[in-house]
């Protein structure tokens, strides 16, 4: 037998077997785990050993039949990874079926965060830049955009900086420009702030045109104004939850339905402050991200140190994933914030769609290179969204005012072809977040990302185990 490709989960003393190929699981016997589990430590491609294979007998017979007659465990890796649109294809999709163009409406901002990819922790000196985009290359932009999305009933505007209310003019002028233009066609408009400037104008505004408004907030105060803080270094959640108020007072229905918050964890131990935080005081959605890898982790740690040392834990004792099953147990639902967290991971788990077939394999992270969404910044470049690097000019695909460079495009596919072949042997390829970001191949990344997808599979089998109400939700479920 060659050594499969697989993981194995331990729950309570029952064991399951994940198939990464099919992205489905089987609750297996104590002897095929324990098997699975020495095998796990066997070279990939390669014969398992006899003498394990004698040592374990009854695991080993077991899996074999598994793979013979349940045809589970089929392969042992995934097939070569090829982009699954061709070159003609994506310059159709490029050309014709746009869904959401990512604005740079200004490279200034108002906050000085201590964790900012701009800031000293990540290089020798900051890189905070000015800047803001003309009125004539907004219009283009939006004109450019509409050009492309010929195929697209549903138009999605996003506004980002910097601090995009720092050009709410240019906001009001886009916005306005866009619905005179588009006529036909439903267009949604989004924006991610830092919630300082949302003073009643703009809330009005925002409400007028029913924004989707993601807003930055970093958890209690003490953790907050630990890292978001104004050019003075004085904090800003004060401001912000001053800013919240009035639109929870004045309009509480936008305020439930149209405001989503994220949150940027300096530090692990932060977590579950971060999350209770929100339990307490909003029910609105949120999600949470940690600092991005590659800063001086000793200056980083130094600005901390006294809000660190002086902060109060509240919510360490606290076992949200138990507080969540028990509420579903009782409402058997899913009903709140926290609740919905562990609801995306459960849902981007059972619902993923194997991207395996017989002709091709591509990893799970990346979208539909520029078609998915398209960022422009300030100068009218245009990138495949906002989370790449700007200062790679490899990155850039074109301009709003001379198209996009399919060429260019095809140079980014190919070279993450390249880099994606050791994704063929790798149990978490159907999960991982790796996308068009991660340009190299980093080990550390990929250790990291296995770490990360394992304890999300593992919450999600749990939670599927203690409350079987909420397999109703997910179709596609099979724990057999």
Same mark, same amino acid.
């Given at each position: 037998?060659?050594?499969?490709?697989?993981?194995? =989960?331990?729950? +309570?003393?029952?064991?399951?077997?994940?198939?990464?190929?099919?992205? %489905?699981?089987?609750?297996?016997?104590?002897?095929?785990?324990?098997?699975?589990?020495?095998?796990?430590?066997?070279?990939?491609?390669?014969?398992?050993?006899?003498?394990?294979?004698?040592?374990?007998?009854?695991?080993?017979?077991?899996?074999?039949?598994?793979? *013979?007659?349940?045809?589970?465990?089929?392969?042992?890796?995934?097939?070569?990874?090829?982009?699954?649109?061709?070159?003609?294809?994506?310059?159709?999709?490029?050309?014709?079926?746009?869904?959401?163009?990512?604005?740079?409406?200004?490279?200034?901002?108002?906050?000085?965060?201590?964790?900012?990819?701009?800031?000293?922790?990540?290089?020798?000196? /900051?890189?905070?830049?000015?800047?803001?985009?003309?009125?004539?290359?907004?219009?283009?932009?939006?004109?450019?955009?509409?050009?492309?999305?010929?195929?697209?009933?549903?138009?999605?505007?996003?506004?980002?900086?910097?601090?995009?209310?720092?050009? =709410?003019?240019?906001?009001?002028?886009?916005?306005?420009?866009?619905? $005179?233009?588009?006529?036909?066609?439903?267009? *949604?408009?989004?924006?991610?702030? +830092?919630?300082?400037?949302?003073?009643?104008?703009?809330?009005?505004?925002?409400?007028?045109?029913?924004?989707?408004?993601?807003?930055?907030?970093?958890?209690?105060?003490?953790?907050?104004?630990?890292?978001?803080?104004? +050019?003075?270094?004085?904090?800003?959640?004060?401001?912000?939850?001053?800013?919240?108020?009035?639109?929870?007072?004045?309009?509480?229905?936008?305020?439930?339905?149209?405001?989503?918050?994220?949150?940027?964890?300096? =530090?692990?131990?932060?977590?579950?402050?971060?999350?209770?935080? =929100?339990?307490?005081?909003?029910?609105?959605?949120?999600?949470?991200?940690?600092?991005?890898?590659?800063?001086?982790?000793?200056?980083?740690?130094? $600005?901390?140190?006294?809000?660190?040392? +002086?902060?109060?834990?509240?919510?360490?004792?606290?076992?949200?994933?138990?507080?969540?099953?028990?509420?579903?147990?009782?409402?058997?639902?899913?009903?709140?914030?926290?609740?919905?967290?562990?609801?995306?991971?459960?849902?981007?788990?059972?619902?993923?769609?194997?991207?395996?077939?017989?002709?091709?394999?591509?990893?799970?992270?990346?979208?539909?290179?520029? /078609?998915?969404?398209?960022?422009?910044?300030?100068?009218?470049?245009?990138?495949?969204?906002?989370?790449?690097?700007?200062?790679?000019?490899?990155?850039?695909?074109?301009?709003?005012?001379?198209?996009?460079?399919?060429?260019?495009?095809?140079?980014?596919?190919?070279?993450?072809?390249?880099?994606?072949?050791?994704?063929?042997?790798?149990?978490?390829?159907?999960?991982?977040?790796?996308?068009?970001?991660?340009?190299?191949?980093?080990?550390?990344?990929?250790?990291?990302?296995?770490?990360?997808?394992?304890?999300?599979? %593992?919450?999600?089998?749990? $939670?599927?185990?203690?409350?079987?109400?909420?397999?109703?939700?997910?179709?596609?479920?099979?724990?057999?």
């Amino acid at each position: 037998m060659i050594k499969p490709l697989f993981e194995i =989960f331990e729950i +309570n003393e029952t064991y399951i077997l994940y198939d990464p190929i099919t992205n %489905k699981f089987r609750t297996i016997p104590f002897c095929a785990y324990n098997f699975l589990q020495e095998v796990k430590l066997c070279a990939n491609n390669e014969e398992i050993p006899a003498a394990l294979i004698r040592k374990h007998i009854d695991g080993y017979s077991y899996i074999n039949g598994l793979m *013979s007659n349940a045809k589970f465990l089929v392969y042992n890796k995934f097939c070569e990874p090829k982009y699954p649109y061709s070159e003609e294809q994506v310059e159709y999709m490029l050309n014709h079926r746009q869904k959401q163009i990512i604005l740079e409406l200004t490279k200034d901002c108002n906050f000085r965060c201590k964790y900012c990819i701009l800031s000293d922790i990540y290089n020798k000196d /900051s890189r905070y830049e000015m800047g803001h985009m003309e009125t004539s290359t907004i219009i283009r932009s939006i004109d450019f955009f509409i050009e492309n999305s010929s195929d697209s009933e549903m138009l999605t505007i996003s506004f980002y900086g910097g601090e995009p209310f720092m050009c =709410f003019e240019q906001i009001r002028q886009c916005v306005e420009y866009t619905l $005179l233009k588009t006529t036909g066609k439903k267009v *949604s408009f989004t924006t991610t702030t +830092n919630g300082s400037l949302l003073n009643k104008s703009i809330v009005d505004f925002i409400v007028k045109y029913d924004f989707n408004v993601m807003i930055s907030l970093d958890g209690p105060k003490e953790i907050h104004d630990m890292n978001r803080v104004f +050019n003075n270094g004085k904090g800003t959640y004060d401001i912000i939850e001053e800013n919240l108020q009035y639109i929870k007072e004045f309009y509480p229905d936008f305020f439930k339905k149209n405001i989503i918050f994220h949150s940027v964890v300096a =530090f692990p131990e932060f977590t579950n402050e971060v999350i209770g935080h =929100f339990n307490d005081t909003y029910a609105n959605d949120f999600n949470y991200s940690y600092v991005e890898p590659g800063y001086n982790r000793e200056k980083f740690e130094m $600005l901390y140190k006294d809000g660190i040392d +002086n902060y109060e834990m509240k919510y360490s004792k606290k076992n949200f994933m138990k507080e969540m099953q028990e509420s579903i147990r009782k409402n058997h639902m899913l009903s709140n914030n926290i609740t919905n967290l562990y609801d995306k991971d459960i849902a981007e788990i059972f619902q993923m769609r194997p991207r395996n077939s017989n002709n091709f394999f591509w990893p799970a992270g990346t979208c539909d290179i520029g /078609s998915r969404r398209m960022f422009v910044d300030v100068n009218g470049n245009i990138f495949p969204c906002e989370k790449v690097s700007y200062d790679d000019e490899t990155n850039c695909i074109g301009t709003i005012f001379d198209g996009f460079d399919i060429s260019k495009v095809m140079n980014i596919i190919k070279d993450y072809e390249k880099t994606a072949t050791p994704c063929m042997e790798c149990w978490c390829a159907n999960l991982c977040k790796r996308c068009w970001k991660q340009k190299s191949f980093e080990s550390e990344f990929c250790e990291n990302m296995k770490k990360t997808v394992y304890k999300q599979i %593992k919450n999600s089998l749990e $939670l599927l185990m203690e409350s079987p109400t909420i397999v109703k939700r997910y179709d596609k479920v099979e724990l057999k």
